[in-house]
Structures are given as C-alpha cells and as structure tokens.
C-alpha cells in the first residue's frame, strides 16, 4: 500500500507520546465497548421465544420470567466484573485475571475462549447486518457474502484510523439505538397501560395473534434452552474489563461507572422489549419471511409506516452491523497480552501508526472473513457457536477472583471480614452462577454447533504451546549465561584475520572488483570462484583475471548439470574444513546490480535467488549460521572508482609496513 | 516444485556434455518440424472452399488451380530455405539472416513477427484440436478451455524432457497423420477413377451436392482471398531453418533433406485433398454443425462408420492438437538466440535440467495460454491473426538472402556465374512471392484481425530495443576501460581499515555478540546502533551493555512514531559524512535467525524486511550501492561459543601489537 493511501484510508502516523491524548472519555467508551452488548437486545427476546414457541403460544409468558432472570444474572455478573476492575486497574480481562490466580493453563483456556468469541462476534453482528439490510432490500440477498466482507473491511479500518476516533465515529448509531429503544419503550408502555394501540395493516399482521398448536409440553430442558438462547445477551460485559487502559483517568473509576451504565440500560431495554412482546399479539414463528419481533413490537408502538418506525429500523440495522466494533476494541488488545507472554507471534504488540495494534486488528478481520465465507454470512448458522467462550471465561475470571480475595488477606494476614466475605461471596456466586450457564449452553447447544468451540479452544492452546516452546528456544539459544564480560574492543582483534571470504564472480568488471576490493579490506584470506556452467564464459574470465593481474587465487568450479547452489555448497565445506577456527566458517560474497523498477529486475539472472536458498538450507542443515556480505553496484549512475586504480595515480606513495598475513597461531585465535 | 516432482516429470537432470547425443536423426526430426506445416492440411482446403462458396457452388472448382498455386509458392519457398540452410548452418532462421544482411532493424522485424506466429500457432492448432475434440464428444464444450490448457500444460512437460523425448513422443501421431492422409488419397483417387464412390448415410449428406445461390460474381478479390487462406499450409516451413543445431551431424545436409521430404509430402497432401474435395459432393457451408471439409473427404471415401474412417478422425484430432509442438521446439530457440544479442532477458538463453531452453518453454506455454482464455480457445477467432507474421518473416528473409549471394561476390571478387544467377534468382523470386502474398494477406484479412499483428510487431520491437537499452547502461556501468591492471593484493589494503561499519541489535545475546564479533574483524571504526521504539526496552539494553563492559559505542535513534527504516537512514547519512572516504559509504551489520519452518519465520519480527526495502530505496535515490552483511545464527543447534569467551580462558597469552587505530592518511586511501 502506498504511503499516500494509507494516510488518506487511517490518517497521519501518531507519535507514541501523543498515546495518553488518545485514552476515551465515558461517552466514548460507552459507545466503543457497548455496541456488543446492547446490539444483543435486537434478537435475544426472539431467540427465547422461538424456543417456548415449541410449547404453543401459551408458553410464550414465560419468556418474562427468564428475561428478569437474565437480567439478574448479568447485575450479578456486572457488579462481579466491577470488583475486578478495581482489582486490576492495569486490564483485568478473564485472561489476567484467571492465569494471576487459577494459573497458566486456566489463563490459556480463557485467552482461547476469549479470542474464539471476538472472532465470532464478528461475523455474527456482521451477519446479522446483512440480514437486517437484506429483509429491507432483497436485491442483494445474492451478495451477501460481498457486502459483510465490505462492512469488515470497513470496520477494519475505522480501527485502524485510532481508537479514539472509532469512538467518536461509532457513538452515532450507538446513541442512536439507545434513544430509539427507550423512545420505544416508553411510548409502548403507555400504550399497553392507556390501551391504545395503534391498527396495523392485514399483510404486516398475517397470522399475528393466532394461537399456535403445541409441538410438546414446556419442559425443563424447552426452558433452559430458552434461557440459553437469551443469554447472548451477556457477551460483551467482559468487554471493558479488557479495555481499561484505553480508558481516561482514573481509569478503574471511569470504566467501572462505564460498566454500571452500560447494565442499566442494557438490562432495562432487554426487559422492557420482552415486556413490550408478551403484551401485543405478535407473530413468533420459524417461517422465513417472518418480520423479527423486535420490529413487529416498535409497528406495534409506532404504527406501521410512521417516519419514526422507519427510524427504528435503520437504528436497529447499523447497531447490528456496527456491534463487530466491540471486538474490534478488545480482540487485538488481548492478542497483544498474550504475545507478551510470548504465546502468540510477537508482531501482535507492534504499535501501528495510529498507536492501535494494527496486526492484530488486520488478524481478526482476516479470520472473521474466512469464517463469515465459509458460514455464507448467515448468522443463524454461527449463532450455536457463540457464547460458550464467553460464559467459560466468566467462569474462569470469578473463580481466579475468588482466589484472590483469598490470596489478598493471606497477604496481608487479616481476619475475614464483612467486606471481604462479601467480595468473596459475590464473585462466588457470580461464578457457579456462570459455570451453571456455561452448562446449559453446552448441553442445549452442543450438537447444533457447540461441539465445534469445544474442538477449537484445544487446538487453539496448542498452537499457543508450540508458539511458546519456539520462543523458549530462541531464548535459550541466545542467552548469555556463563559469559560475564564482552568487551569487545576492535584492538583485541586485529592481528591479521585469517577468516576465510569467497568472493562469487561471474565477469570480471566495477561490480566484482568493487566486491573484491571490499572483501580484501576484511581478510587476508580472500578467494574468488566462478561456477563453470558455460566453458567459454569460464575462459574468458580465466584470461582477463590474468591479464588484468587481479592478486587474488580465482578458483572454478565445474557444474556439469548447470546447477548453482550444490556445487558451490560443496566448495565451501571445504574452504570450511581449511579454517583456522572451526568458530569461522568461510564467509560469501555477492556482488549484486542495485536497479531501479520491477522489469529491470527481471532482467537480471535470477541465480542470487538460488544461492540464497542454497546457502539457507545448508545453514538448518549444519545447524551454523554463516555470514553473506551483499556489495550492491548501483547500475546507471556514476561509476565506482576502484582504489587500486587511484592508488595506480599516486604511484610512488609510500607503501604501510604490510601486515603478516601468513598462517601463523595469533592471540585471537588461540584456542 | 519439488525435486521428486521434477524429476517424474521432466526425466532426471542431463550433463551439458551430453547434448550431442541429444541431437535429432531425419526421423525424428520430421516428427518435431513438420507437425505445424503437415496439420494445417486438415484445414487449408476447406478455408479456399469457404470463401469461394461466396460466388456460388459453381465457382468452387476454381479452388484446385489455387492449391496448385499454393503447392508451387510452396515449393519456391522450400527450395529458397533449402539455399538458406545451407548457407546458415548454425540455424538460418529469419532473424539472423535479416540482421546478417539486411541490418539490425529488419531483423528485429523478423525476430518480432515469428514470436508472434509461434504464439499463435500454439493457440489456433491447440484450439482446433479441442474443436476436433468438441465435433467428437459436445459434451466437452462448456470445458474447452480447461481442455486446451490441459493440453498446453501436457506439450510443455514433454518438451521440458528434452527434444528428443519429445521427437519421440511426437513421431506417433505425425506418422499416423501421414499414413491416414495418404490412404486417404490412394484410395479415394482410385474410388473417383473406377467411379465406386460408397453411399453415405443421408443424415450425413443432408444438403450435400446441392447447388448453392452465389452471393456475388466470382471477383479477383475473392480469389485472391481464397489464396490468402490457403496460406496458412506455408505457416511451419521456416520450422527447420531455424531448427539446425537440433540436427545429427551433418548438421546442414540432414536439416536440407527433411525440408525436401517434409515439403513433398506437404504439396502431395494438400493438392490430393483438394482433388478429392472437387471430385465429391461436399457440403460447403459457414453453418454451425456442418463436418469439416477433410472428414467428408474421409467418409465418402472409406464409407461413413468403416473402422478406418475413425483411425481417420482421431488421427487428425491428435496431429492437430500437437501441431503446437513445432513451436514448442523453435520459439526457445530463436527466444535465445534473441537473448543473447541482448534484446530479450538474459535468463532465457540459460540450459534447463534436460538442455532445452526451459524459460523459453515455460514463457510461451503461458503466453499462449492467455491467448486461449482471451479467445475463448476458438480458433477461428485467431485465424486471421495467423501467418502474417510467418509471410513477413519469408520475406525478409529471403531478401537477406539475396543481399547475402550479392556480399558474398562481392567478397570473393568472382565474375556473376551461373549458378550465382541461379541462387539470387532463386531467392528474389521467393521473397517476390511471400511479398505479394504478405500483402494480400494483409489486405483480404486486415479488417477481420490481422491489424492486431501490425499493431503487435512495433510494441514487441519496442520492448526489445527498450531491454537491449537496459543491457547496454549496464555494460557501461560495468565497463573497466581505463583500468589496465587489478592488482588487488590483500596485503596492499592492511593498513588498518577504517571503514565505518555499523551492527544493528535490539538486545545484546548471542547472536549480536557473534555480530559484534564479525565486525570488529573487519573494520576498527564499529559502531552499534538501536533504534527506540520503547523506551524501556533500549535503557534495559544500555544498562546491559555497560555491564557486559561492550568495547564498542552504542549509538540509540529515537523513533517517535515507531518506524524502523527512516530513521537508520538518516544516521547512515551521517556516519557517511564522517567516512576517511566518500568511496566508503557506511556497511551495515544485520544480525539474523536462522529458524527451519515457514512458521518459525513468521513469529519473528519483520523488520529486517522493513529495513533491507529502505536500504534498497535509499540506494537507488543515492545512486550509490552499500555493502551488507547478515550474520545469521542458526537457533536450535549448539550455541555460538564468543571468541572474547574463549580468550578470557587463556587471558595471559601474549597480546599481539595492535595496528593503529588512528584516522591517519594512509596508502591505500591516498587520493
């Protein structure tokens, strides 16, 4: 990408000090870590009622009762999370938190839960975007896919431009929804209170109200499902524990009070729209073509066809498509913790020029994409798989609070008090209330999709283990232990090096003598060779290097097969076995054209390309690195002039006393 | 790909020494040269009929005094190459004739207009044999792209193997071509003379023998037309002139012959089709679903379904297909030969595995395959485009070769004999022909296509001359004119060298100690540098560095806004300016990994991609080039054992006198 697409797409590079200035203010953060959670309201009634309505119409008040029972669990969740907040001011995300107490691998399997979760979050609000749009304008239904890759790659880069701008740009249809739900709210109460409830034309009411016949009895196991599908409602309350240093200061204080408002409203509107349902006589069916039950309850309370029911929609439309961003905030920050810890590719916590962290960011909408290609940007088929991660890292992050607690008065050796038994018991319950969930998700949802998170998390810590391991070797590899000094001053070293250079020539001409000239700086132990492939190519080199007087041995080697990379391989191994210390293995020289557009690269033998490889796999299969000087020769601009031939120009300039270059054992050598 | 994958493929490597026994017996070699020239028999006759059926079914016996034409033109042409080849016989194809004689601009021309034949004849005749295909099993139409690239990729791997694996392989259906169209003629002449014609079938005759309304008057322009399409039996003649090193020895009287038995089997087969085609009542007709002039031929003569009649079609399906070859085996030939006079990439005068010209091979398989897909793998959308290339070629080139009998008088002083006369005769008669025919070709086919070749010769000439432009600045980059001697002896440069050199490190291990180490080596004026990206990491390393007691001055960039390449850029500006000489431009020291999986590679930072594009960028805006130097450190094996570690195990071992390190003038820098 060209330096002036960028900047026009995500804006100038950010100096890393301007960091603090780019921290958001409550309004903001509201906006950027809620979107999740509150989109969930659009569909989370629905979901409860498409699973009572397997139990006929008459089951379907029941949904009441699990709506304030969601409603609890998640204060009960929030006010858990808000203690954590506190705990861990620096980002108390289920990752931290549960490896800080429960220990490494329950922090690996929160950090996989976590990352599988924001991964699908993406492509189901994406999803659910497409259909929200598609039901509008059915034209595109056969471009689905094309549109959620554009929204991504929207999202993608508002994320990129800085955090502090997504913000401000995300706050529109944030608010936007928010107002619109309450509006709705109010209004539709009133209405049920007053009894006034506007007509609504036939076609929009086909079959609305009609009791349905009962496919069995409600159950148990109906209503734990039900409760089950409404529980989407709590992904994204782990959100802002995750974000906290993207908050401005204090940051606990600002992001605990962001998370208190955040489950006021979002438990008020999922209340209050399951209210809004079991009053009016709406239609709750699995047909296709069926309007969601969110938009027949805001026809219900505006009256179809009002300016204001066309506001809802879109409101409901961009908060769907927009929720990804929630993931968008967090995903790349987790990623960038756990490659701290060295389970995840290091580049995940490189600064990116708006001081996001872009790979990750650019990670997430790449997986996102894959996975909304291969699920065809249907949300219904996603859905099964989400919020197991969630509930897990719930789980996960209250029991390592509850732990603690305890740890905490170990440390400080008080007695258990009130306060403390309460933060105990509050993060106690929140947990078993969590892990009980967590239960119901899986056992409900196990063979619709479930089963597949339950494959992936393992697979995922795999990949973190292999990760570490690699990076545990490196560090083994590296280390300086046992050397206790490096003073390396370049004195101690000059004693005539002896290590032996090969300088790779084709043709004798600027390019290779300018390469020669570099590599007699560097040893007195400098060869040339030539790989023979063409015999007359060979001898005419042969003549030149004669007659030209070049001092230095010219070796060839015969390649009957035309090859590069074997023959010289071979060579080297035995300039290796000549060595004077088996510590300096012959280093290669390459002069190589330094040209200025692709085409003209082209034109160039690509055997550079092949000697590389050569020397690479030579390199993993003696288990030694060997040094490669590349001379670059800029081609078309003024010519190298060779020292030899200035120093031909000032002829009878005194000569420097040489330095002994025969083979002799010397002080740097001594073994 | 792999090497197992290659060798199954392509046959294990060969040694250059054995491309004498590479060589072609006649054969062989008519296999390899005359499947183009021999194929196009299977369609020349029908191309006159079709556009004689324009004035009328009555005006189609004019077609057999064309072919007698076009049979004599033939000859002409044969006998004028038959001069050339002996006159050439390191390969007398159109380029180097025109160079040789005519200059460098026509010679281009030539160059130009055969590449674009033998592109051309790859995607006609492969093409044509889908057709063939296609009329045989319709249910391989919606696939006929697919098929015809299938059949690119197959004729490219055997020619890969070697030219006389795929003379082998070829000689098949050639010879099975030959013996069909030959009983073909017997029989059929026979069949007409005793009048025992066999009934055929009345679907297969529907419309036969039917007089049809003439459009219009039987013009000149019509008949010269009906020439011009009956031409392209001329296309593949120049195959073998500039085909001759590919012969045994000796290598001209070989090449000569197979031109004569290849041109008299050519003119018997085509004027003995066109015999038999006026001797029965033919369908004649533009119609989609009419069979092919040839295969009505076929069936009135071996009666329709007779075992012989489907030898008949699928011999003419195979040559057709794998006419294509006798491009295969000229085009990288004349490609390298254009190569080496510079006005192609170098790359592809280089040897493959099996010493053919594998990038000349691999180039035009994809040209042509481009063709294909752009016309759909019809070939009567290419048609049109075909052979004038081939007739501009004849053209010049036998010009030249009157230029050339005139050059060679004028040489050897002698009187004009005879047999001079007879030879310039010959050959100003032949390029009169081919010119005539040129412009009629040019004039009957212009609109239909055959301006895409006019527009196509300048821009291929203007690439040629663009990269020969390319060759010589670097020729004169390169050049050591005014260097009369290279004595370059290491000891003459031991003056302790002061050339700035500079190691990269991030943090000090063993990998950029080894680094370290490699620099002090070669220059006393070292320095390391780090560039801040996070403060705490580069005071981590300072504090590190005047631990370990590092002899050598750390230099650290401040990188505000996190970039890596801007700002070493700038300190190597700088260090520049302080360069003992501007001939010594800084060196820089990237310490590497060496990791053995794609993988492994990934989870390191990218930097030093980052770092090589701004060294790159800064080169080609300097117009100077600068040396660098990975020291790569194998991770995984055994550790890298400092030469500072060792030392300090024998620390009183006499200190050798240290060469002064002072920025004295010196020898070897004098200017």
Redesign the interface.
């Known amino acids: 990408m060209s330096i002036n697409m960028r900047r026009m797409l995500i804006g100038r ?5 301007e960091a603090i200035h780019q921290r958001l203010s409550i309004p903001k953060a509201l906006a950027v870590f809620s979107s999740d959670a509150l989109s969930s309201t659009a569909y989370a009634t629905e979901a409860i009622l498409l699973v009572l309505i397997a139990a006929g119409s008459g089951a379907l008040g029941v949904s009441m009762w699990i709506a304030i029972g969601i409603a609890a669990l998640l204060i009960i969740v929030a006010f858990s999370y808000y203690q954590t907040i506190h705990a861990y001011p620096n980002g108390g995300g289920a990752y931290i938190v549960s490896k800080d107490n429960l220990g490494k691998g329950p922090g690996l399997v929160a950090a996989a839960a976590l990352l599988i979760d924001y991964i699908l979050t993406v492509a189901v609000s994406v999803s659910a975007g497409v259909a929200a749009l598609v039901s509008a304008f059915p034209e595109f239904d056969p471009l689905r896919i094309e549109v959620a890759l554009v929204i991504v790659a929207f999202i993608t880069i508002v994320n990129l431009r800085g955090v502090k701008e997504s913000g401000t740009f995300f706050a529109i249809p944030t608010y936007a929804f928010i107002f619109g739900v309450f509006a709705m709210i109010a209004v539709g109460v009133a209405r049920v209170v007053t009894g006034t409830v506007p007509t609504v034309t036939p076609e929009a009411l086909e079959g609305a109200g009609h009791a349905t016949e009962a496919l069995g009895g409600l159950t148990l196991f109906l209503v734990l499902r039900a409760f089950a599908g409404g529980c989407t409602a709590l992904t994204g309350v782990e959100a802002i524990s995750n974000g906290i240093p993207a908050f401005k200061r204090p940051e606990s204080d600002n992001a605990g009070r962001t998370l208190i408002i955040m489950v006021g409203i979002l438990s008020t509107m999922f209340v209050g729209i399951t209210f809004l349902a079991n009053s009016f006589p709406l239609t709750v069916s699995h047909e296709p073509g069926t309007a969601t039950v969110i938009s027949q309850v805001a026809r219900y309370t505006f009256g179809d066809g009002t300016l204001f029911f066309f506001y809802f929609q879109f409101a409901t439309l961009f908060i769907l498509s927009l929720a990804a961003n929630t993931a968008f905030a967090d995903f790349p920050r987790l990623a960038s913790l756990i490659a701290q810890d060295r389970f995840l ?3 995940l916590t ?4 708006r001081l996001v962290f872009s790979n990750g960011i650019i990670s997430l909408a790449f997986v996102a994409s894959i996975l909304i290609i291969i699920f065809d940007a249907r949300e219904h088929n996603l859905l099964p798989l989400y919020a197991v991660g969630v509930f897990l890292s719930f789980t996960l992050s209250q029991s390592g609070m509850v732990v603690h607690w305890f740890k905490e008065r170990k440390k400080q050796g008080f007695a258990p008090t009130l306060s403390w038994r309460l933060k105990v018991a509050l993060n106690g319950f929140g947990a078993l209330c969590t892990f009980v969930v967590l239960w119901i998700l899986l056992i409900t949802k196990f063979v619709e999709g479930a089963w597949l998170v339950a494959v992936s998390i393992p697979v995922v810590i795999f990949l973190f283990l292999r ?1 570490h391991k ?2 545990e ?2 560090a083994h ?4 232990d ?16 002896r ?1 032996p250079v090969v300088v790779l020539v084709n043709s ?4 290779s ?2 390469a ?3 590599a ?7 060869r040339a060779v030539s790989i023979s ?1 063409e015999s007359s190519a060979v001898e005419n080199l042969q003549a030149r290097w004669k007659k ?5 041995p010219l070796d060839v080697i015969e390649s ?4 590069i990379g074997r023959p010289l391989i071979g060579y080297l191994h035995e300039l290796d076995e000549k060595s004077p210390d088996r ?1 300096l293995p012959t280093t290669v020289i390459l002069p190589e ?4 557009t692709w085409w ?1 690269k ?5 055997t550079s390309v092949a000697i590389r490889e050569a020397l ?1 796999q030579d ?2 299969a ?27 120009a ?1 002829v009878s ?4 006393e ?2 002994t ?1 025969a083979p002799s054992v ?6």
Chains 1, 2 share one sequence.
Do not use: C, M
């Not at 590079?13 to 000090?17: A, F, G, N, V, Y």
């Not at 490189?350 to 020029?353: H, I, M, P, V």
């Not at 082209?602 to 690509?606: A, F, K, M, R, V």
């Open positions: 590079p950010l100096p890393t000090s590719p290091r580049q490189n600064l990116g020029d990760v690699h990076y070797d490196v590899s590296l280390t300086l046992g050397i206790e000094s490096a003073d390396i001053h370049p004195d101690s070293y000059k004693t005539g090096n290590q004798l001409n600027r390019s003598l300018q020669l000239e570099f007699v700086r560097f040893s007195d132990n400098v492939v030209l007087n070049v001092g230095i009957p097969y035309r090859e510590n054209f330094v040209v200025s003209e082209l034109l160039h033998n690509q690479y390199q993993i003696r288990g030694r690195g060997r040094a490669v000087i590349n001379v670059p020769y800029r081609i078309g601009d003024e010519l190298y002039e060779p020292v030899i031939a200035r120093k031909k000032v300039a005194p000569t420097p040489p330095v270059s010397n002080g740097t050598h001594a073994s």
